[in-house]
């Protein structure tokens, strides 16, 4: 079964500075994977996601995410933080052999300082 | 717009008092799902319905139950509520059981035990 390790439970960067949220999968066949983001007292939004063709992903609120197979990696990226980006970041992954099988990280937090 | 919504947005109630928590969808989708989310950790799945085919997750406590009446609703019925039980539920929907599918959530209901 597939799985999903993010990387830091929380991350702290000032506003203006580069995000970046780890999540690294585990899967034996190609995966299909998201993220999310949940705001407080909010349920999950989807940020971007990778199926398959261009393994650069661009998503909402100027985050993308690359999917490097080599690495088994899919890290968030947002080249200058907002304020407005304060929230709860979920990895997930799913088979795409086995139906409805989505496996969540268990998420980073990521704090802005002014 | 076309969403996910669960009411009420916080619920209390007693231990051992059995509790509803709705979810209603107007995307017409076909799969609806709900997990459990606790502080601080990635939502786990509790079960689903892909139309009115229920699929329970296997380490679901038999205290959870579900009904989907239609497409657009469903509940989650919690029979006689533990202090563990305190979480936040969350309510997802998606077009179709394929692994390519994102969830849309809704806001989520957090539920209080006293």
């Known amino acids: 079964a597939q799985s999903v390790t993010q990387l830091g439970s929380h991350v702290s960067v000032s506003e203006g500075a580069l995000v970046l949220l780890r999540c690294n999968y585990s899967?034996?066949?190609?995966?299909?994977l998201f993220w999310y983001v949940q705001y407080p007292n909010q349920g999950l939004q989807l940020l971007l996601k990778?199926?398959?063709?261009?393994?650069l992903v661009k998503g909402i609120n100027g985050f993308e995410a690359e999917f490097k197979k080599s690495e088994t990696s899919f890290h968030l990226t947002k080249p200058s933080a907002h304020m407005s980006d304060a929230a709860e970041y979920f990895c997930a992954v799913s088979d795409r052999y086995n139906n409805n099988d989505m496996r969540f990280g268990a998420g980073t937090r990521l704090t802005v300082k002014p | 717009d076309a969403m996910v919504i669960q009411n009420p947005r916080y619920q209390v109630t007693q231990f051992g008092k059995p509790v509803t928590l709705s979810c209603s969808q107007t995307l017409n989708h076909n799969v609806m799902y709900w997990y459990q989310q606790k502080s601080s950790q990635a939502p786990k799945l509790l079960f689903h319905y892909y139309d009115k085919d229920f699929n329970n997750e296997a380490d679901t406590p038999d205290n959870f139950q579900s009904r989907r009446p239609n497409t657009s609703f469903c509940f989650l019925d919690i029979r006689s509520p533990g202090l563990g039980d305190a979480a936040m539920y969350l309510c997802a929907t998606s077009r179709g059981l394929d692994s390519n599918q994102p969830q849309h959530f809704g806001d989520g209901t957090r539920l209080s035990i006293l």
């Open positions: 899967s034996s066949v190609p995966p299909y």
């Open positions: 990778y199926t398959t063709g261009a393994t």
